[in-house]
């Protein structure tokens, strides 16, 4: 009784303290996802004597070996609830993602998405191998580096009233082709960490692994989802038609349903469980507005993924930013993030039209830069199964973090130069 009394009190006081912290930031025009992990750090590392927040809470971090207290335990439902707000989150990402947008994207959005891809890890891998020397944290660096935030940069577009533009269109369809790629390197960088040696076997095996579960969805949801739902259409419209009442399923639990069942099978065959409910919201995509998924899975997930960012915060450890090496790599790493997807997206946008001004070419660089919350996950995934130390962890939180703080602003100036005559932006719109 006494430990359910502590977890409730503990879980609603976190709540509120991360609603708290994302309404802040936002009045700032900043993603309240910041606001959250802000939060997170100060609950972990605050302290005024004796007392800390941590203690008050009775929240404890085990670390290896360590017998299990009821502070333990509390912190292993933050956990569970942080691991089902990622996996919720992707979900709804994938229900945003339309497979015949994703196809029908176009050269210009393939080329920036994959050399988006290419610079970032090779530039994260290189950098972590010749300062730190091990390649399973320099694999997850470069697979963090690799992100982009798809829901950041299109409420950046959307607040902007600038969806229409050629650039918005590239921007959101290359993001979304950048995500797929950046699922398929997680799951060779996960299955390469897990097996303890890089093996090109191993990588082969992963790789054909991953393809094959990312393009059977895609065959499922450009062939098959259609025909169930013109079937389940047709019965709705007979039952009309008889002057019978249509049954109607509750479409949201079975959409939950897919998604769990998805993300255990990814995490069975060897890939990230957030690949599987990302590539289920991808089968609800095409009617997701229609059966109003999307909005019933905001408030579901929006409760769950606040443990996940004030978990992100509760890992980083302040004391270790106060290293010069570390500080210095931070530096680095954040610098070579933003200029990698800025130089790989607009160098590859305009490969793909030549009729792109640079103009175009410099908000698509911008529009790909943030990586929010994907790339803290990616390091999540590296911390919980131990092929990423707690010191690179803080350092890829800080580039995610930082990308994302400064990539809004300049994208939001780059578009009032190019469209200053067609786009009139309102003090209201201003992010």
Known sequence: MEFMLQLLFTMAVLFVVSRIGSVAVSRFGLPGL?????????????TIGDWSLFSFLDITIPGPGQEMSEGSHVYTVIKVFSELGVIFLLFTVGLETNVKDLLGSGRAAMLAAVLGVVLPFVAGLAIIMATDGNMNHALFMGAAMVATSVGIT????KDMRL???REARIIIAAAVIDDVLGMIVLAIVKGVAGSGEISITDII???LQAVVFVSGIIFVCKFIV???YNFFQRRHDAAVNAGKVPYSANKLVFAIIVCLIMAAFAEFIGLAAIIGSFLAGMLFAEHAWEWGLEQKMESITTFFISFFFLNVGFQVDIHAMTDVTIIIITLV?????????FVGCGFGA???????DKDGRNIIGVGMM???????IVASIGLSSGAMSSELYAVVVLMSVATTIIAPPILSKLFRKKYKEEYTILGEDRI
């Open 370 to 376: 943030p990586r929010g919350e994907v790339g803290i």
């Open 350 to 356: 305009k490969m793909g039209d030549k009729n792109l």
């Open 333 to 341: 790493i954040i610098a070579v993030a933003l200029v990698t997807k």
């Open 34 to 46: 910041i606001g959250e992990i802000v939060m997170g750090v100060i609950i972990a590392n605050v």
């Open 154 to 157: 299109a409420r950046i577009i």
């Open 226 to 228: 259609p025909r169930i």
């Open 205 to 207: 095996t992963i790789t």
């Open 163 to 165: 969806i229409d533009t």
